[in-house]
């Protein structure tokens, strides 16, 4: 087994459009997490059975099946209802979606922990619904789950090379023709290897900011309370 210096460099250029690929899926995946995650949350704390019920199973759905096969759903089963959806497009929804279950997850876990008297108050103060959520309830319970959100950041950078499934070229892909068209594995797969870990390092090292930061914030919350 032997490294070619001149092969990588000249495999660079293609492994980074793969790599911007990568980028941008996970970045759009996650705020499609984020937002939907949190509706779901409140869709699942409805007193309305038709709405909470629902929801609840479609969670549940979603978290028990796996993300390859959501993904296959998106891009191969739609078009034959008539939905064509383009590679990347599914690969977003289809990370979007399955990580705004358990994104669902850690926001109900926030909520549940605002203090029962934060929401009498708010009703004592004749607060309405949407003000009370937006003014009282989701500022003490997104603050100290940041982290936990940012958990699931990285967790789908990992998941996207499942995306080559659906003919998305992203890094894994680009790297698998390369080596493919070139026969040689160790260079653009090593590299990919590096490039996840790299990436996911940092990430880590942002988490623990977070923690520190956002859990302090929940910890002084709590003492209030």
Not at 31 to 51: E, P, Q, Y
Not at 190 to 207: A, D, N, Q, Y
Request: net charge positive.
């Amino acid at each position: 087994m032997d490294w070619d210096w001149q092969f990588v460099w000249q495999i660079l250029p293609t492994l980074a459009e793969g790599a911007k690929i990568t980028i941008i899926a996970t970045l759009l995946g996650y705020v499609l997490a984020v937002v939907l995650g949190l509706l779901l949350a409140i869709m699942r704390r409805s007193h309305n059975g038709f709405v909470s019920k629902p929801t609840a199973g479609f969670v549940e759905f979603v978290r028990g099946t796996p993300l390859l096969v959501q993904l296959y759903f998106l891009f191969y089963i739609l078009p034959e209802a008539g939905i064509t959806l383009a590679p990347l497009v599914a690969g977003v929804i289809g990370l979007g979606l399955h990580y705004a279950t358990y994104t669902s997850e850690v926001y109900r876990a926030g909520i549940d922990n605002v203090p029962r008297g934060q929401w009498e108050a708010a009703k004592a103060c004749n607060f309405t619904t949407r003000q009370t959520w937006r003014h009282i309830v989701l500022p003490q319970a997104i603050m100290p789950v940041i982290p936990a959100l940012a958990n699931y950041l990285i967790a789908m950078f990992k998941e996207t090379p499942l995306l080559s499934a659906i003919t998305v070229l992203e890094l894994m892909n680009q790297a698998r023709s390369i080596a493919n068209y070139n026969y040689r594995y160790v260079e653009p797969i090593t590299l990919v290897g590096v490039f996840f870990l790299v990436i996911s390092l940092i990430s880590v090292v942002g988490v623990k900011y977070l923690e520190r930061r956002f859990g302090a914030y929940g910890k002084r919350g709590r003492a209030a309370s």
